[in-house]
């Protein structure tokens, strides 16, 4: 099994920035991508960004495109999100998840391991 735990949510004004953590830890060598998921009330879970465990690869939706900003170390077991230009519209809970695909791909199904989740408000 493998555990995600998620940490640097919170409360931000729209232009600012917050830098989001997600910390595994049990069996982390059979993960191979770690992605940012985000799902606002009313909405669907969505995909936010993604990392090769190896850093080889990386996506993101066309939304955080040029404003968040995904890393890992490997040392740590940790992946994080620095989003900068926040916008209300970024407002919701944010997953992190992990798989063993081959690549950073967009569908919620194809990870097996989730955090809790972490709010993110952005206020006007």
């Known amino acids: 099994q493998v555990q995600l735990i998620e940490s640097g949510g919170g409360l931000v004004q729209a232009g600012g920035s917050l830098r989001l953590s997600c910390a595994a830890s049990?069996?982390?060598?059979?993960?191979?991508?770690m992605t940012w998921f985000r799902q606002a009330p009313g909405k669907e879970r969505e995909f936010v960004a993604g990392i090769k465990w190896s850093g080889t690869s990386t996506n993101y939706a066309d939304s955080v495109k040029g404003r968040f900003t995904i890393s890992r170390d490997n040392a740590r077991n940790t992946v994080y999100l620095q989003m900068n230009s926040l916008k209300p519209e970024d407002t919701a809970v944010y997953y992190c998840?992990?798989?063993?695909?081959?690549?950073?791909?967009?569908?919620?199904?194809?990870?097996?391991?989730w955090g809790q989740g972490t709010q993110v408000t952005v206020s006007s």
């Open positions: 998840a992990a798989g063993r695909g081959a690549a950073v791909t967009t569908g919620s199904t194809e990870y097996r391991y």
């Open positions: 049990g069996r982390t060598f059979s993960i191979y991508v």
